[in-house]
Nanobody, 125 residues
């Protein structure tokens, strides 16, 4: 069992930066693939970025590639999402997710077993 708590969201102007954090409970965090998803009003939840259990491999959605970076610190049981050059279309609730399944990173919500409560990111133009 893993519990996830996101933080770091807020209101920022276009072009600005934010760093989201996701703190995980449980001793098995280092064996979980982790991901960030987001959901804007009236839209489906979408994959943003993922990272394998050891941090060796990452995947970023095309819409954020070059602007967002996912990372993790297994010693701190924390995964991060550094968001730079933010755009109004990045406005959404951002969710942290975890899966104990190994193998390749997946971008589908159904593959992730544990979810945080979400943190709001609002980018003004």
């Amino acid at each position: 069992q893993v519990q996830l708590v996101e933080s770091g969201g807020g209101l920022v102007q276009a072009g600005g930066s934010l760093r989201l954090s996701c703190a995980a409970s449980g001793r098995t965090f280092s064996s979980y693939h982790m991901a960030w998803f987001r959901q804007a009003p009236g839209k489906e939840r979408e994959f943003v970025a993922g990272i394998t259990w050891g941090g060796r491999n990452t995947k970023h959605a095309d819409s954020v590639k070059g602007r967002f970076t996912i990372s993790r610190d297994n010693a701190k049981n924390t995964v991060y999402l550094q968001m730079n050059s933010l755009k109004p279309e990045d406005t959404a609730v951002y969710y942290c997710a975890a899966t104990p399944r190994g193998g390749l990173l997946t971008i589908t919500t159904g593959a992730y077993d544990y979810w945080g409560q979400g943190t709001q990111v609002t980018v003004s133009s």
